[in-house]
């Protein structure tokens, strides 16, 4: 059983499209992240939810949405793509502990988009 | 505010070699600190941690030692092999950011036969 999962695998799209990612663990953790891994491998955290609420939004286009329907599932919506959205997006999560600058994250495998 | 520098790559080495990638932060408080490593194809998964000033994590046959004197945690590892050869990444956390991770830029490492 995959711990973090993510769906697509590959995405590609036009310019201007909407699309949507989905990542849901089966940990029990409390904590789900979304990272931005850009082409040269640097990775920039994006959006947090501790037990569905939203606690991290780093400065990201509003044309991203995060959506966390229960503690297991975090998708991400991008609307109006463009083309400096292609990346590879991970999905991460974690137990919150103390002091949960402590936590080890669990990543998912990664979804490559690429916007045409 | 938070940030991780790690040693430009990419580092090419010979299996049996002797491994450094080093690493210093800058954080306010006392942080933790990663190292994680990404296959080729794969998400990146949990090398060591250290948690408290001089704190040694090992796993693998890597260790890295939280130096909080001079602000580094350098992973090394005594003889690499082929199947070592990935993508390497410090990362810190600092102790109320709910496990948000701060990374350094990665580093590739390719090990030859």
């Known amino acids: ?116 | 505010g938070n940030s991780v520098t790690q040693m430009e790559g990419p580092v090419t080495l010979s299996e049996e070699a002797f491994l450094t990638i080093n690493c210093t932060y800058t954080a306010t408080g006392y942080p933790s600190l990663f190292w994680y490593v990404q296959y080729p194809g794969e998400g990146l998964q949990l090398l060591l941690k250290a948690t408290k000033a001089d704190d040694k994590g090992s796993n693998k046959g890597f260790e890295a030692t939280y130096r909080k004197e001079t602000t580094s945690f350098h992973l090394e590892k005594g003889s690499v092999q082929v199947s070592d050869s990935a993508v390497y990444f410090c990362a810190l956390s600092g102790g109320t950011s709910y496990g948000k991770l701060t990374f350094g830029q990665g580093t590739i490492l390719t090990v030859h036969p």
């Open chain 1, 1 to 116: 059983d995959t711990a973090v999962s993510q769906t697509p695998k590959y995405l590609v799209t036009q310019m201007g499209n909407d699309k949507s990612i989905k990542c849901e663990q089966n940990l029990g953790h409390d904590t789900m992240y979304w990272y931005k891994q850009d082409s040269k491998k640097f990775l920039k955290i994006m959006f947090s939810y501790n037990n569905k609420e939203l606690i991290i939004n780093e400065t990201v286009p509003n044309r991203f949405s995060p959506k966390s329907p229960d503690k297991a599932h975090l998708n991400l919506h991008i609307n109006s793509l463009e083309l400096g959205d292609s990346a590879v997006y991970f999905c991460a999560s974690s137990q919150t502990t103390a002091p949960s600058g402590a936590n080890v994250l669990t990543f998912g495998a990664g979804s490559r988009l690429t916007v045409l």
